[in-house]
Each structure stands twice: as C-alpha cells, then as structure tokens.
C-alpha cells in the first residue's frame, strides 16, 4: 500500500524561484492536508481540502497556493519563494470530513531549502 | 486558541523502564487525540488513535489514555527498548483541523 507520496524528497531553491510540491495519496480520503514543520515550533497547518474543488487556510498560508481537481492529488505551490519557507514539508490525509472518526496518515515529506 | 503542551520537551531513560510522556491541550471541545512517533529525517507514523467518547487505547507495549474533561493525555510505554528512541508527537483534532504539541524526544540506552 503507497499511502501517502511526496515528491520530491529533498529541494533547492534560489528565493523568488517557483515550484510545486506534490501529494498523493491512493486510499480515497477525501480530506488533504499540508504542514511544515520547523524547529521549536512543531507542525503548522498552511492549508487543506475536505474535497476536490474545495480548499482553506491553516495557520500559516501566505507565500503558499493550493487547490484540489482530484481526490488523489493536493498540490503546494510556492510561489515566490523565501529563506522563511525553508522548512520540511508534510502532507497528510484522512478519512471523511465532519465528525467522522478517523485518524491522519502522513507522507514522508519534502526537505525544502531556499537560498 | 487550542493549545498543545507535550512534557517533558526530552526524556532519557535505560533500556527496560517503563515511562510516561505527557499531552495537555486547553480547550476539552475535541474528536479525538492521536500520537505518533517520528523518527530523525522521518515523516510521522500513527501509533494510536483515542475518541473523545474513549478513555483508552492499546497497542502492544503502548498504552494512551485520555481524560478529556481534564484536558489530558499520556502515553505509556512499557518496558523501553532502544528501538524506541524517537520524537513522540500528540495532536488533538478538532473540526477539520489538527494541532500538534512540539513532542517529546526520547532516548533510549542499552
């Protein structure tokens, strides 16, 4: 079972450079998710999707674009990328939106570096 | 604001002990309380996942319990090995959200 996939592992960037990390994830969860996480202040939420076609900010959204034409796939975009981007990326999903009862599953995230 | 607190921030202990790491978070509104273990480099792996209705859950060595109304969780581990040693996360859920404590780092020596 793949699970959760992240590509690409490891990324270098020069600040205003673009890209895009990518999430799949082949359990049919309609729920998608993005963090980053940085040293001595855990996992933050920058955006996520309870479906295809819909999408919402986290806690930390500026500099990053999303949106969601499949179940499967949960693109993050970095637009102009800065030194305070560089961090480690997760994506995460899960099953059902609401109350359902469902735990998180993550992807073994991105390494991002912006010089 | 949800807040998660993880203590202790790190944890040292010979191979064969049994401990306990601590999970508060201040708002009791929650679905449900997962934790996970991350190891260095590593994404985060599911080791156990509590219902707000639950008191506890089990899994091999790994005991977690939950007391809502406090606002608490622990996560028991029985019997340490090495093979243990990780970052060990908890994170609360609420609506479509999920926040994380800043874990605990644990070390386990032979």
């Known amino acids: 079972n793949a699970g959760v996939t992240q590509t690409p592992k490891f990324q270098v960037l020069k600040t205003g450079q673009s890209m895009t990390l990518q999430c799949a994830q082949d359990?049919?969860?309609?729920?998608m998710s993005w963090y980053r996480q940085d040293p001595g202040m855990g996992l933050r939420l920058i955006h996520y999707?309870?479906?295809?076609?819909?999408?919402d900010q986290g806690e930390v959204p500026n500099g990053y674009n999303v949106s969601r034409s499949t179940t499967e796939d949960f693109p993050l975009r970095l637009l102009s990328a800065a030194p305070s981007q560089t961090s480690v990326y997760f994506c995460?999903?899960?099953?059902?939106?609401?109350?359902?009862?469902?735990?998180?599953?993550f992807g073994s995230g991105t390494r991002l570096t912006v010089v | 604001k949800q807040e998660v607190t993880q203590i202790p921030a790190a944890l040292s202990v010979p191979e064969g002990e049994n401990l306990v790491l601590n999970c508060s978070f201040t708002?009791?509104?929650?679905?449900?309380l997962q934790w996970f273990r991350q190891d260095p480099g590593k994404g985060l792996t599911s080791l156990l996942l509590?219902?707000?209705?639950?008191r506890e859950q089990t899994s091999g060595r790994l005991n977690a319990s939950l007391d809502k109304s406090s606002g608490r969780s622990t996560l028991y581990i029985a019997a340490s090995q090495p093979g243990d040693s990780a970052t060990y996360l908890c994170?609360?859920?609420?609506?479509?959200?999920?926040?994380f404590g800043t874990g605990t780092r644990l070390q386990v020596f032979p």
């Open positions: 994170a609360v859920r609420r609506t479509d959200k999920l926040i």
């Open positions: 359990m049919n969860h309609e729920y």
């Open positions: 509590i219902q707000s209705s639950q």
């Open positions: 708002d009791s509104a929650i679905y449900n």
């Open positions: 995460a999903s899960r099953e059902g939106t609401g109350t359902a009862l469902s735990g998180y599953t």
């Open positions: 999707s309870v479906g295809a076609g819909i999408t």
